[in-house]
């Protein structure tokens, strides 16, 4: 029988939270059958279970929910019972999970990684895909093919930057869901096909005080 104990690392959790303390995070209640390996069974059988769903979930999108950081509690588990010829000991739990999903209309700040034609791509600790399209930068901005950035000049005919690398303050305007499907086969055409992310989100910069934390 696989027994519950009590965490072996009771501020795992905490240290988590303390890493996302700068972003949006909430938690999310998952009910699912966790396996435990045989490698495992000389774990703390907490441990053991907190290291699968981890192994499971985290860094991964549930649809509809957000991005997965990391486990947050256990709230509930059943006694493991061995699986027939496998060896591995299944156990059915109740957990929570701590998840990045930011609210529409939130104020965040992250960094620009790359500038097309497209938009602005910014990034946040754990998350990549938030793109600010040019109809919701500043009127007035434009982008620079030769030097690959986005300018914005005021009415004093200042000049100012989207650099890359750049700290920027923006706005969370809305949220994209992609349902993930298996690649299809190579038909050797060298047609590529464009994937998108699981989950993304537009932004703005549009209002004052948004846009390079250095200007303001």
């Known amino acids: 029988m696989f027994i519950l104990v009590s ?6 959790c905490k240290l988590i939270l303390a890493r996302t303390g ?15 390996s045989p490698e495992d069974f000389s774990k703390y059988s907490a441990v053991a279970i907190e290291d699968n769903i ?7 999108v549930i649809q ?9 509690d256990l709230l509930e588990s059943s006694d493991g019972l061995i699986g027939h010829g496998t060896g591995l000991v299944n156990v059915n739990v109740k957990f929570r999970l701590i998840v990045f999903r930011p609210f ?5 700040l992250g960094k620009i990684s790359s500038a097309t034609q497209q ?8 998350f990549n895909d938030i793109l600010v399209p040019p109809d919701l930068l500043l009127d007035g901005a434009r982008f620079d093919i030769a030097d690959q950035v986005w300018v914005w000049e005021n009415e004093d005919g200042s000049t100012f930057y989207f650099d890359i690398g750049e700290v920027v303050r ?12 298996p690649n299809a086969p190579d038909l050797g055409d ?5 994937r998108k992310p699981p989950y993304s989100i537009i932004g703005s910069m549009q209002m004052a005080g948004l846009g390079p934390v250095s200007w303001w």
């Open 104 to 108: 529409k209309g939130e104020i965040m």
């Open 64 to 72: 509809k929910i957000g991005l997965c950081i990391g486990f947050y």
């Open 190 to 194: 060298g047609a590529a096909i464009e």
């Open 119 to 126: 938009g602005i791509k910014i990034g946040v600790e754990f």
């Open 54 to 60: 981890n192994e499971k979930y985290a860094n991964k």
């Open 7 to 12: 965490c072996k690392y009771p501020s795992c």
């Open 22 to 36: 700068e972003l949006t995070s909430r938690q999310t209640t998952v009910s699912d059958l966790i396996q435990i």
């Open 170 to 181: 923006f706005r969370v305007e809305m949220e994209e869901w992609h349902d993930q499907i």
